[in-house]
């Protein structure tokens, strides 16, 4: 039965009564069959079985090789260091020849020895070109070591204005003495030198 079916059809209620009625109308029209033609059987389809090639594939046989056993450790025997041999030449000896030493005197002040240097050169310093332009004038003094051959041997210091001191010292320099006398020997000395820088 068909229906046109209804904005306001309520299914939920004729469900049950069309259920009934498709049922009963199924059993009726079997039951028509049935008594039209009794013996009414039915051949089962016969299933057509196609042939299943199967192929087989030649796998080739597989060797299970078992891994090496490891190499055997060696021993290493140790093996006894012997450091090579040199030979060694000693020097020739050597001859030392004895020397006399000479006693180190100190040097003594003027008026300690007995026979005091005398002057036997002098040595006269140029006057600076700087302090003749400046016109200045002064005394120098410059304490010297006169050893024992009468000459100077060390300048120890010089006392005057710087402007005249390196003219002193190579003035100083020049100067020879004979040489001062202690007990009989010559002995160094030390000796102030006097220096006087006038404008003419």
């Not at 060696?74 to 006894?80: S, T």
């Not at 006399?100 to 240097?117: D, G, K, S």
Request: proline content about 12%; overall charge neutral; glycine content about 4%.
């Amino acid at each position: 039965m068909i229906r046109l079916k209804s904005k306001d059809a309520d299914l939920k209620r004729t469900y049950a009564r069309d259920l009934c009625a498709s049922a009963g109308f199924a059993v009726l029209l079997l039951a028509v069959v049935v008594a039209i033609d009794p013996q009414i059987a039915f051949d089962a389809r016969r299933l057509v079985q196609r042939p299943v090639t199967i192929e087989i594939e030649l796998v080739p046989e597989t060797e299970m090789r078992l891994p090496l056993p490891p190499p055997p450790v060696r021993r290493i025997k140790p093996v006894e260091y012997a450091p090579p041999v040199r030979e060694y030449k000693l020097p020739p000896p050597v001859v030392v020849t004895e020397f006399p030493l000479e006693e180190e005197v100190e040097a003594a002040e003027l008026w300690m020895v007995e026979q005091p240097p005398r002057v036997l050169k002098r040595g006269l310093p140029a006057y600076p070109d700087s302090a003749r332009k400046a016109l200045v004038e002064g005394k120098v003094f410059a304490r010297v070591l006169v050893g024992r051959t009468g000459r100077v041997e060390h300048i120890d210091r010089i006392e005057g204005p710087q402007v005249f001191h390196r003219a002193v010292a190579q003035a100083a320099k020049v100067w020879e003495f004979s040489p001062a006398v202690q007990n009989d020997r010559a002995v160094p000395v030390w000796v102030s030198l006097p220096f006087v820088f006038e404008l003419e």
